[in-house]
């Protein structure tokens, strides 16, 4: 376990209470991926160009790096190339910032090809800009040309670029199959449901509880980076329940779109659960939810979102009432639970059912025959039968999604013209 010392700086006519949430979040992400925090250095003032904080601040930073015996220093600020150099040479040790963290608890808890591609593809994207300045920087007295940089930075920019668009390839790919996955189970008569929220809300908690399974459930951040899947029925509608990658403040746009395919369960959803911590201050719990809603803004198809609040059991009736009144506009119809005490799942189930796709209904009428019977088959194992008489003929009424309604209003003509035929 390293000994890593978190540094923030913030500007001057920045909100305190915002400030120690952002700093909060970094010690949570270092201790996610197993480092211990051993000292902090916050600095007010605007951006540095040399090395973001201040000369003072980086003495003092060098200072508590050997008092400390620390290994690593992590920004909450965004470096670029040339300040990354700066601050590694004046502290001698390992500097990474907030994005580069995420990006290694990512490459630790990646498995499958898909995931490891993903996170290949966000450290492609975090480290094309700073490709030409971390060149320049390393080779300094091996500029071939006169007066030019030389052919060392077009050749590694060039190399990222391949790279990434390989890359973009494979996984366009894959994001292809799921689409027809998506088409494929809605033929069969599921509906998509997915978890999302911010990271540690209890989404994986609450997954457990839906489907009656164990998931991987530990207090730390991005416990789950690979989507998982199971099905889940409720009033006799079958859906797919999926459990996804948790959010977080400014997670930029390229992360985002590395990560689209995981995503994609979030995204291509009929159903959101957006999920939120009910127990944590209101400020907090509507700063989440707005890092939510700014991540689907312009990704969702026609998904219908609802709010979910959980670990109610945390806190009092009238603490409940009173973060309601708080976060207001941010979450419409939410519905207050517990995922780990099993409360208020009931009333949270059937909201789910109520925000599904609108089934179709039809009465059809079938020739008693063997293929009139494998017609009912199907019917049974795609919609919801609330009723069937056999007799001369089988008269049926269902209820299914439209493309099922479809195909057994074909397959009712074509049985009973084949039957009058014969």
Not at 106 to 114: G, H
Not at 224 to 234: A, D, G
Request: aromatic fraction near 8%; glycine fraction near 4%.
């Amino acid at each position: 376990m390293k000994n890593v010392i978190l540094v923030q700086r913030r500007d001057p006519r920045s909100d305190d209470e915002d400030n120690q949430i952002k700093f909060l979040e970094l010690e949570e992400l270092a201790r996610s991926n197993d480092y211990r925090v051993v000292g902090e250095v916050i600095q007010y003032r605007f951006p540095d160009r040399k090395c973001q904080i201040g000369q003072g601040k980086v003495e003092e930073l060098i200072a508590l790096i050997r008092e400390k015996a620390a290994e690593k220093v992590i920004f909450y600020n965004q470096l670029n190339s040339t300040q990354i150099y700066n601050i590694s040479e004046a502290c001698q040790c390992e500097v990474i910032d907030k994005f580069q963290l995420i990006l290694e608890i990512f490459a630790t808890r990646a498995t499958t090809n898909r995931s490891k591609l993903q996170v290949e593809l966000a450290q492609l994207r975090y480290e094309l800009p700073k490709a030409r300045m971390l060149v320049s920087l390393l080779k300094k007295e091996e500029r071939p040309g006169f007066m030019g940089l030389g052919g060392y930075e077009d050749s590694y920019e060039q190399d990222i670029k391949k790279r990434i668009s390989r890359i973009n390839k494979e996984l366009g790919a894959s994001l292809r199959d799921d689409e027809a996955l998506r088409t494929f189970r809605h033929e069969k008569g599921f509906s998509l449901v997915a978890l999302a929220g911010y990271t540690n809300a209890g989404k994986s908690t609450l997954f457990r509880t839906l489907v009656h399974e164990d998931v991987p459930v530990e207090n730390m951040l991005f416990t789950t980076l690979l989507p998982t899947t199971r099905s889940l029925t409720i009033n006799k509608r079958r859906m797919l329940l999926t459990d996804t990658v948790g959010f977080i403040e400014d997670l930029p746009h390229w992360m985002v779109d590395a990560f689209r395919s995981t995503l994609e369960g979030v995204f291509l959803a009929d159903v959101i659960l957006l999920v939120a911590d009910i127990s944590e201050p209101a400020p907090l719990i509507r700063k989440k939810l707005a890092v939510c809603h700014d991540i689907f803004w312009e990704q969702l198809e026609n998904a219908s979102i609802i709010t979910v609040l959980n670990k109610a059991d945390r806190i009092s009736e009238e603490q409940v009432q009173m973060r309601l009144d708080q976060i207001g506009y941010l979450a419409p119809n939410p519905v207050v639970i517990s995922a780990k005490a099993s409360f208020g799942i009931d009333t949270l189930k059937e909201t789910i059912f109520q925000k599904l796709p609108i089934w179709e209904y039809l009465r059809l009428s079938l020739p008693m025959s063997e293929e009139g019977m494998s017609v009912v088959s199907w019917l049974f194992d795609e919609g919801l039968v609330h009723n069937i008489d056999y007799g001369d003929t089988i008269v049926m009424d269902i209820e299914a999604r439209h493309e099922i309604i479809s195909r057994a209003e074909s397959l009712e003509q074509e049985l009973w013209d084949s039957s009058s035929s014969l």
